[in-house]
């Protein structure tokens, strides 16, 4: 065990800090699940682009820094704690990306990376549909092959896809092959939503935000450029992602141990509302988000070691979400009904009861864990 | 930064891991105190060294740190030795070096029983010839005590391979009061139950997963219940991040770092609640078979509550540990 930063650890630390100290809004921005928000979020998406912040890990020549896991991991516990606003481009940097860089064509990752680091291009993820959730497999949308314009035709209809109102490009899973082999057949596309045939209908989350999307596809046409991986191969492609999506890339330990220190703080404003049963759930709550962090700094030492995380980034997702949920649940008790009013507890309330339903339900989850991790009997 | 046990500390855990499985056996953990399997077991592990790991060189220990106490600690708890190990290699060293009974030729001096909440009781202390009274919270002084000189009278516990005995008056050999190697003491101590917890809950984890892959109804085997998978999950989420914190409390002592209290404290909350979490799904995976002391389980099962219980329960910790986050509680903190 050596638990302590090396030089340029520290001094990227330091010039993380002291970028966001200057640069954090002080005033936290509209909700970034509404068109206007969005539109101020994506602003401060292209003002860390521009100082080279929005992309730390990726290679400087699409705009990032090189950065370790373990700085990643040192600029996430800086962003949290500086309030910094919530990354609308997280599902084209922290999903998509990765899989480009796994399966992208030299010239796919040098066309898409640039514009995705820089906020031109905005993802959502199509993977949902009416007839599948958990059961991804079950996809209907089509890919039919239009061999003389040399690609794609989509047709079908992806849902729940996260603020794909205001995003302009969607990758997803389309049925390129016959619908009798699930897992095979499918090919993994990358839409641009301006593409004709196209059309997005922005709908209400829980908080009332237009955050959700469902995104229609009427005889769309993609090129071939447009296919990430092998044709068919979309399933093998995507699940690439659900790694990132579950594990440490989509939640670092820097959000929960900041929004753990937030909610001690409260309770020394609401000290007659701050019961001793109610300080013991706060510690708790401090607690896990402790446990989350020693977690992922082994889990990043094994990673740096050259083990996969596989199937335990299933825990991370199960332990984070439950955890998040837990915090939210204690901040509101604690703040009575000043917790029903709109704002970042209630909201991040509302937002937390979702964690355990997207990236794969948690019940998913603890079927992978007992079956992959346990080793116990599939049937 | 590297969060992961060097090399050596690799070599120590397998060493303690393969001296469990060949020296203790459940047969081992049933035996009465005073059989011959239990002595070679104990005569093992002092071959090792390990009574001596927190000792200093120049005293004749292997001078090793807290990062080493952990594996140590985490496979003998999966084994559930019936030996006051806790006591003799996590408690005892500081203060018996102090009173200067670090090295002494009796061998049975160097066995230690602890008794920090002075609750006048003692477990596995059939080898021990020493009692270490006092020092509960890290605080106060402790008493060293001839055990030979003691009045003893077994108690009935839950726990029957725990031995348990009352214990009465004995000659005082020695008092440590320095605060500095009290509260060491104590928060190695608290720190080593906390290890032991983690392998006890892996170890009662393991034997579910086994038992509910082999145990058919309905024509397939239990463990594909999904009831019976959700169970299972849940119980290894509850350890493997229990572990790390353990892991980290033990970095935190070996590193001298301020926040060792607030760690060790961390580390004994959440392992005595993996333990007994596992535990719960445990027996209720096992059906009637957890429930017979025929069946092994109930040797790590009750080794767990009482391990969870010992060294200042979770509540306990937890209460400690919102003190250490500035949120103290208004009413009186429980008794150990
Ligand atoms: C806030 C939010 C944002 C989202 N963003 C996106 C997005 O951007 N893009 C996208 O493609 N999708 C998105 N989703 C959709 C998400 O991926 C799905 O909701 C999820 O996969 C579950 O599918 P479902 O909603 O159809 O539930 P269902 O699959 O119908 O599940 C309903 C219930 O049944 C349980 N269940 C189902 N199967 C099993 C099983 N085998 N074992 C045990 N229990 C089971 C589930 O756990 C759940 O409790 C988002 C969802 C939310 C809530």
Redesign the interface.
Known sequence: ??????ER?QAFRAEAKAWLTANVPAEPLPSGDTREGFAAHVDWERRMFADRWSVVSWPPEYGGRDASL?EWLIFEEEYYRAGAPQRVTQNGIFLLAPTLFEFGTPEQQRYWLPRMAAAEDLWCQGWSEPGAGSDLAAIRSRADRDDQAGGWRLTGQKTWTTRGAFCTHLFGLFRSGPSADRHRGLSYFLVPLDTPGVTVRGFPRLDGDEGFAEVFFADAFVPDSHVLGEVHEGWRVAMATTGSERGLTLRSPGRFKHAADRL?AE??HRHPA?T?AL??R???V???A???Q??T??Q???L??GEAPGARSS?NK??WSELDIELHETALELLGMDGQLDNEWSRGFQFSLAGPIYAGTN?I???I???R??????? | MRFAPTAEQQDLRIAVRELMRDRCPSSVVRAEPDDPAINGLAEEICRMGALGLLVAERDGGLGLDENYLVPLMVETGWAAAPLPLVDSIAFAPGLLSHAGYSDGPDYRKRWCVADPAKRAETRFGQPAGLLLRGGFGGTGAVQLVDLDTAVRSHLAAMDPSADVHDVRGGQELAIVDDPVLVRQAWQRGVLAAAAQLIGLARHMLEMTVDYVAGRTQFGVPVGSFQAVKHRLATALLAVEFAAPVVDRAGHSMASANPGADRDVSSAKALASEAARAVGREAIQCHGAMGYTTEYDLQLYLKRAWALAADWGSASWHRARLAGHLGMSLTGSTPAG
């Open positions: 065990m050596d638990l302590t930063w090396s650890e373990w001690i309770v020394a701050a001793d300080i013991e706060v510690t708790g401090w607690l896990r402790f446990a989350y020693q977690f700094l082994a990043v030492s094994q740096i070691a825990l199960v332990y019940e989850q603890r079927n864990i007992a079956e991790l346990l080793g116990l009997p599939r049937k």
